[in-house]
């Protein structure tokens, strides 16, 4: 336990942040982030937005396989399939505080028939399930034509509440971090809940839960049910903040990038399903960004950069493989640890 902390009852226990200072910070971070559309430049909020995407996708995979142990590679298709519920619903008028949820439910559906084959078999045997499920979804994106306009793709209303439309980065700023904060929020709660406790207690041992009492069939399932329901809800935020979209970019890369999302950020976490994604995000953007620069003092050398962009950030996940496999969070706990002991050695 952190110095300076003492629990008297079991509710202080149970809170999410048990000190005082906890709560500052948090509150500090909330008011930032949440005026950052007034201080924050275009690419800032537009980074930002697509951010808030990835993080409410990444918080649902990080409930299958980091919290529960199913491997999932059909994440990217679920996004999918919740962006393009939201196109079929808003086309015909439904507001988006009914098409948001929708998509999420529907895809949670979706997520309980790819999950099925977890009963049978699991690791990379699982992974190869959810991998054809993954397939089989990206060709319907791109034949059924009626539902999804092929491959030229779909548009997508804005989002509107009450007469307010949410256009531009700025008002989709607020509809896509008001759903991430409360995906996080209900994602932590989850963790420590009895669900939460099951999930964990599969991913350790299956067999040796099963005899504990835990219902395997109810938990694998509803660990993929929960995750797709993010990934919906993920893939409807998408679609109101592009407008419109295609089958192209549901590929099986976007399901790789949320897999080395929360590989990165720290599996069974939620700050590593947030840092995992701001790293995601964030890098490709720098390694861009290095080679615009340098190319400015050494002509042709982006032609040179920008391909090895892809290998460095093929590297760097390595690392964190060989050299930090709890990801990003560990390595911020561990941070946070030092200056809760200092002046003691940790």
Partial sequence: MRTAVFHETFRSEERLWDSTTQRRWMAAFIVALFTMPWWGGDYLLAM??????????????????????????AHGAFVGVGCYTVALLAKAGVPFWITLPAAGMLTAAL?????????????????????????????????WEPVTGGVPGTSIPRANLLGFEFHGDRRNFYLIFGVALAAALAARNLGRSRFGRAFVAVRERDFSAEILGVNLLRTKLLAFAIGAFYAGVAGGLLGYFYGAITPEYFVLTLSVFYLAAVIVGGLGTVLGSI?????????????????????????????LLLPMGQVVFGLLIIGFLVFEPHGLAAIWARIRRTFHLWPFKT
């Fill in 275 to 303: 840092l995992g994604a701001l790293f995601m995000t964030f890098v490709p953007e720098v390694l861009r960004l290095v080679a615009h620069t340098s190319s400015q003092w050494f002509p042709g050398v982006a032609g």
């Fill in 48 to 73: 930002a937005c697509i951010v808030g995407i990835h993080v409410v996708a990444t918080l649902g995979l990080n409930l299958t396989t980091g919290n529960a142990g199913l491997i999932s590679l």
């Fill in 111 to 143: 997520g309980v028939v790819v999950g099925l084959p977890s009963l049978r078999v699991k690791g990379i045997y699982l992974a190869v399930a959810t991998l054809a499920a993954h397939f089989v979804l990206t060709f319907v994106f791109r034949e």
